[in-house]
């Protein structure tokens, strides 16, 4: 570290130079250092130094502990300058050379050794859930790296070294503290995966684009205002997470991902669900629930291999009776919207397995009977009166709930012998049929 400064600042004076070392220290290790306000003296310099290269040696050790078992070696190396001689020795290549697969998780260290360089035939690297702040240039030796792992560390910065991993396949930085995603990040064109969930992102950059084989996207959970309309180059994207941000418009270029299978944009600002939604005619799963949607546009009569419908939490007042083309649904969440009526529709989702419909304005429970695949049926805190006889047909039924509506009695259910769970709390019944008793289940 010390080197460094010295051969980019080489007139520099001491004080100068503990300031820079001190900054140093605070981004690469996370150590804070009161700086002197006065010169300081050589010796000052010198115990940073001695502190540097104890958590560097430290995290050589770690690093070490899991090479060597990949080696054959005549005797065990004990200290770090011994590690850093014998990794430094052309006579050694061959051995380094022969590691493909590297892990170290949950080490406890806060840097990536230098000598990670020498390990260029290296193609997996997982260094998750330790306190990494910095990703070290010497990562872009790393040439032959399909797959970096560097989940629940500390990174507050992508390096621009990073597009020198052009084999990379798999990028994982997931919960960081990264606020940008570099130019750089376009050179890597054979990505298929890229997690960046739970950081400080503010933008995506246009160059995605670049990513044209990226096959699952994840940036949910940061600060994202705006999908760039450069997600249209990404066609062959399957799964895109954009979850938990501050997304207020679904761009129409939307429509250009057609292979995509699995799409959330949950727990953000969206207003309005496009009409190129209707493009994406592979989707299997796709979650809008906790934004501010107010209808269910026609446009998801085309959605014909959706399994799993979330519009949860939004401000949807009516369900379209376009909605019977979905036969392929297998869970459908419409729960905390301003619904009125279940249009008799739904009797076409045989396939449903899920329906909840909690805390709506709901007055009425149409026939259900050919809903026979329905395992759980939430229907509480609703304006319900009548609870249909037609439920004795949902017979593969494991949970009902009806509380908080205004229902006066219970109709037969004794062949709804799957029961275990059965909610009428908070209505207006006063007997409970024998039958009840014949639902061993509960």
Known sequence: MMKFLETNYPNAAPLTLFSRLAKLFSDTYGIHIHQPTVPCSATEIANLQTIAKQQEDQSLITFWDRIRLQLNLLAPLQTADAIRAWMNDPANAGQLNSIITLHVVMGNFKTI????????????????????????????????????????????AIPDAIRDLTQLQVLNLDHNQITVIPDAIRALTQLQKLFLNNNLITVIPDEIRDLTQLRRLNIACNQIREIPNAISALTQLQQLFLDNNLITVIPDEIRDLTQLQRLFLDHNLITVIPDAIRALTQLQQLNLARNLITVIPDA???????????????????????????????????????????????????????????????????????????????????????????????????????????????????????LQLLDLTNNQITVIPDAISDLTQL
């Not at 939430?378 to 494991?398: C, K, Y």
Request: glycine content about 2%; charged content about 15%; some cysteine.
């Open 113 to 156: 050794p230098s000598e990670i360089r020498l390990l260029t035939q290296l193609q997996q690297l997982c260094l998750a859930n330790n306190q990494i702040t910095v990703i070290t240039d010497a990562i872009r030796a790393l040439t032959q790296l399909r797959h970096l792992d560097l989940f629940g560390n500390q990174i507050t």
């Open 300 to 418: 998801i009569r085309d959605l014909t291999q959706l399994r799993h419908l979330d519009l949860a939490n939004n401000q949807i007042t009516a369900i379209p009776d376009e909605i019977r083309a979905l036969t392929q649904l297998q869970s459908l969440d419409l729960a905390r919207n301003l619904i009125r009526e279940i249009p008799y529709e739904i009797s076409a989702l045989t396939q449903l397995q899920r329906l909840d419909l909690t805390n709506n304005q709901i007055t009425a429970i149409p026939d259900v009977s050919a809903l026979t695949q329905l395992r759980h049926l939430d229907l509480a805190n609703n304006l319900i009166t009548v609870i249909p006889d037609e439920i004795r047909a949902l017979t593969q039924l494991w949970g009902l709930r009806l509380a908080g509506n205004q229902i006066t009695a219970i109709p037969d259910v004794s062949a709804l012998t799957q």
